[in-house]
């Protein structure tokens, strides 16, 4: 998957995460919504650019689908470690 950066407000890069066409289409680089077990809120699971998976429910996701902290991606040795961007991200899930 091709790799798309844009850049914030403050001049930070920020890597943008698509949305997965659906649960069982689930490529490197994409996002899927999920609740958060813990809390019952809105949040994602993603596979970084190398094809490992990670969830989100310990970080921040804004209503424009802005990330923070940054994320860092769970598999021991990979270097993903970006402020990311979830494309199409609607805290409400509609």
Same mark, same amino acid.
């Given at each position: ?48 650019? =190398? ?31 970006? =402020? ?5 991200? =609607?805290?409400?899930?509609?």
């Amino acid at each position: 998957m091709e790799s798309v950066t844009e850049v914030d407000e403050e001049g930070t890069s920020v890597f943008i995460i698509k949305k997965a066409k659906s649960y069982k289409k689930f490529e490197s680089g994409t996002w899927w919504r999920t609740l958060a077990k813990d809390t019952g809120e809105m949040t994602a699971w993603f596979r970084c650019p =190398n094809g490992h998976f990670g969830t989100l429910s310990d970080h921040s996701i804004a209503s424009d689908g802005t990330v923070s902290p940054s994320v860092v991606c769970p598999e021991k040795g990979c270097k993903f470690h970006e =402020n990311i961007k979830l494309e199409d991200w =609607n805290a409400s899930g509609v």
